[in-house]
């Protein structure tokens, strides 16, 4: 069977030039409709591309992401339909990483304290005893997948030994220990930062809620570049107004956009971003490779090369 391909993803003029010289036939979503039969594979992700999954004249039966995460897809429709999944994990994470490095040192710098000031034209020092030295500080990072090993790896570079936390505590290479998540409290007790960039997945759903803000006492700095859907934000709001944490630095949220009325966009020790840490210009190349490697496998011998994903287990 023919392969037709729906390209909802922006390709490069050579980019193209090399997928138009594969035995396939590609759509845009200007041409989709004049397809010669069924459209059986998806590369990107839209309202549009979810009509045709679903459109019965259809056959798709890949969908290649060019995202890491795949909560927003139908997954219990792929997965009832067994619909080859595969994503864009590893692609991101050097700009998550580094994202997060420049969160880290806008606090603990104090530079969110010379922002404040310069937008006043007051010139005020910080004390000294409230600047910190990254080096110094109990880095715990919440997933050891490629985005957490992009964090740790940039973190040692400073002179820190992350620790991480992941499902079952398997160790992983670039952590001086790793534990489950049902352990994780023995590492929390004298945390300075922790770092979430877990996955969406049923264990995960608000796993930052009250009850794990209350064993902190001061962390100097909560960041989540993981899912929006993670962190109780309710609970988020209270832990900073108590003091159970000092400042947080947040890129997802449950309700994206943040609504303009949401209280978070008020406090001062946090830092928002739009769901921006993993853009780059750097990024366009790598993600068509990874659609090129799976597109020229798939029609050597029908199977995905690299980085398929189970929508039932979400990643």
Do not use: C
Not at 229 to 239: D, E, F, P, R
């Amino acid at each position: 069977m023919t392969e037709r391909i729906l390209l909802l993803y922006p390709l490069t003029p050579d980019q193209r030039h090399r997928l138009d010289a594969l035995d396939a036939e590609f759509y845009t979503p200007d041409t989709y409709q004049d397809a010669t039969g069924p459209i059986t594979s998806i590369f990107g992700w839209s309202a549009l591309g979810e009509q045709v999954l679903k459109d019965p004249h259809n056959q798709v039966h890949w969908i290649q992401t060019f995202s890491a995460g795949i909560d927003y897809l139908p997954l219990d429709w792929l997965a009832e339909h067994q619909v080859a999944l595969t994503n864009a994990s590893g692609v991101y994470s050097p700009a998550i990483a580094e994202s997060t490095i420049g969160y880290l040192l806008y606090f603990l710098r104090g530079f969110d304290g010379a922002v404040q000031n310069q937008a006043g034209h007051f010139w005020q020092q910080p004390n000294r005893n409230d600047l910190h030295s990254l080096s110094e500080q109990r880095v715990v990072i919440y997933g050891t997948g490629s985005i957490g090993q992009a964090i740790a790896k940039l973190l040692r570079g400073f002179g820190n030994a992350p620790y991480g936390v992941n499902r079952t505590g398997h160790p992983v290479d670039g952590f001086q220990q790793t534990v489950s998540l049902d352990h994780d409290a023995e590492l929390l007790k004298d945390a300075d930062i922790v770092i979430n960039n877990m996955p969406a997945t049923d264990a995960t759903i608000h796993y930052f809620n009250a009850a794990f803000f209350q064993q902190l006492t001061g962390l100097r700095v909560f960041v989540n570049v993981g899912r929006g859907s993670s962190v109780n934000t309710t609970a988020l709001m209270q832990a900073l107004d108590k003091g159970e944490v000092l400042n947080a630095a947040l890129d997802v949220f449950e309700t994206e956009p943040l609504p303009r009325e949401s209280k978070l966009w008020d406090y001062a020790n946090v830092l928002i971003t739009p769901h921006q840490t993993g853009f780059s210009v750097a990024n366009n190349r790598p993600i068509f490779e990874l659609f090129y490697q799976n597109l020229t496998s798939y029609l050597a011998d029908g199977h995905l090369a690299v980085n398929q994903v189970d929508p039932q287990r979400g990643y």
